[in-house]
């Protein structure tokens, strides 16, 4: 399923298929009743339309930051990385 801000989701399973989408969709059951179509989840689900990630980071030691991607997105968040540890170091 392609979105109008060109995010694309798996329509089977509302996971990400690409960006600029950050969460995966909710996935619901349907059901058709009597000529009307009924959404069975737990309300607070589909109310935030979104479910989370089922992922875990966890870093040990000293701090890292990591970027998945490839070039065009490697190059620009590195500079602005470089740029704020500039800027803190500057008014530490």
């Known amino acids: 399923m392609l979105t109008s801000w060109t995010a694309c989701f798996n329509i089977a399973t509302g996971d990400v298929e690409d960006a600029p989408a950050l969460d995966p969709m909710a996935k619901f059951e349907l059901i058709e009743r009597d000529g009307a179509v009924y959404v069975k989840g737990e309300e607070s689900v589909i109310k935030a339309s979104k479910r989370?990630?089922?992922?875990?980071?966890?870093?040990?030691?000293?701090?890292?930051?990591?970027?998945?991607g490839g070039y065009v997105v490697a190059y620009p968040v590195r500079d602005q990385l470089t740029s704020v540890l500039a800027e803190a170091a500057r008014s530490e």
Do not use: F, M
């Open 52 to 68: 989370t990630l089922n992922i875990a980071c966890k870093a040990e030691g000293s701090e890292k930051v990591v970027v998945i």
